[in-house]
């Protein structure tokens, strides 16, 4: 007897499952092995580094400003408060210096940071990179200012407005003495007297090299009046003010959440979209508090302590679920997601690659900064001011940043509705579960 001759349609439609299955596993082959050399580059991981570091000097300024503008009237003059306000008026001109040294040198320290982690990175001797880009670096930031009393330097570009100078220059002198270095260890590495006659002329060189371009740039940009950082702040004005919108916001926090999903490190991703950006914010929201003004940004940093993280889930589980490994999985990421650090959550759970968590996995992470955002924009919330490491927890982060005792209430309000959202995909592995359990028992004894 003849088989029954299976329907054409039918064999395209299986054709088309097998290409597609094939396309998504080269797809997720794609992203794993490229994700994981981008996120690793040494580049990224130094821009990355730098930026915290940036952030760290960015908590000691406002420190120095709080300290000195205490958030009191005139008539307090006894107690604390008074006591506060005593303080700020004897040592004034010592906190103002203390604003100086770190508010407006942002862009040397983070310029500082970026040379010495990238060159130790790549397994160059830091010096001479560090020693050219901070001439250059000065050369394209500081401009004489006419006052009453003759000539001055201004500095205004040392700070956060030279922050994307200060890595842009730092990239030009690592990268040349790199090149330079490449080429002394190709020509030169044979000769006796190498060391001691290349390295210099090496560095004479390419210090050389980069200063005429410094030259190079404050002539082009002298015809207009303006300088180099001056000219980068004008490029970058439109990207700052988009990335202070919630779609950009909610943009970024679902391909975060996806990438995580997918085994790779998402913190990458807001180490360059969101982090310089709000790194900038945080210093022109201690500007604006030090000259008594509105604070002009949401996305500052200290914002994304909103995002609650892998909480809610560890949360969810150890409420509503009774898988032992799930359990236990939650019990030792308890501490680890306080601290926001998702590792211990994302694979032990797991949550990589676990379709039953996509939904609230990414969906969490959009409620928490909407809500947030939402709060600050109708000003129930106060804006982030302090910069704080993400390693903060949370609770004590959101109240660190904004001083103001309404944002655990709104951090609370956002942990309880995430909690709820795992909820119902708790309850439906653990239905799967005990299902699956029970047909393993039936097909044992069978």
Partial sequence: MLPERVPIENVVIYCGFITG????????????????????????????????????????????????????????????????????????????????LTLGMIGVYALIAFIIHWSHAIEINPYHPLVSGIIVYLMVSVTLQSTTSGWMLNPQYLGYSGLFTAFGVGVIAVGTHRIAHRIHLKWFSNTVHSEHLAQPVEAFVTTLILILGAFVSRWVLGDVGIVFPQWVEMQVAGWITLTDSIWTLVTVITLVRLLQFIGLDGRGVLALTLLPLMVMASAQNLEAYLFDKALPHI?????????????????????????????????????????????????????????????????????????????????????????????????????????????????????????????????????????????SDANVLN
């Fill in 21 to 100: 299955f094939g396309i998504i596993r080269n797809v997720k082959s794609f992203l794993l092995n490229n994700g994981r050399k981008l996120s690793t580059a040494p580049v990224l991981l130094a821009f990355r580094k730098a930026l915290t570091q940036v952030i760290a000097i960015t908590f000691i300024a406002s420190m120095f400003i709080i300290l000195r503008h205490p958030p009191i009237t005139g008539l307090a003059t006894d107690g604390f408060l008074g006591a506060w306000a005593s303080f700020a008026e004897m040592y004034g001109a010592l906190l103002d210096l203390g604003v100086t």
């Fill in 299 to 439: 996305l500052a940093s200290g914002f994304l302590f909103f995002d609650t993280g892998v909480l809610p889930l560890v949360i969810a589980q150890l409420v509503f679920g009774k898988h032992p490994q799930r359990r236990n999985a939650a019990k030792l990421g308890l501490v680890p997601a306080l601290f926001n650090l998702p590792e211990t959550v994302l694979t032990g759970f797991p949550v990589i690659f676990n379709g039953a968590l996509l939904i609230p996995f990414v969906l969490t992470g959009i409620t928490g900064v909407t809500l947030a955002y939402t709060a600050m924009s109708f000003y129930w919330v106060n804006k982030p001011l302090i910069a704080l490491s993400a390693l903060v927890p949370s609770p004590l982060g959101v109240f660190a940043s904004t001083l103001d005792w309404r944002a655990l209430v709104l951090y609370g309000l956002i942990l309880v509705i995430n909690v709820l959202i795992y909820w119902p995909f708790i309850v439906r592995m653990e239905r799967q579960a005990q299902a699956s359990e029970i047909h």
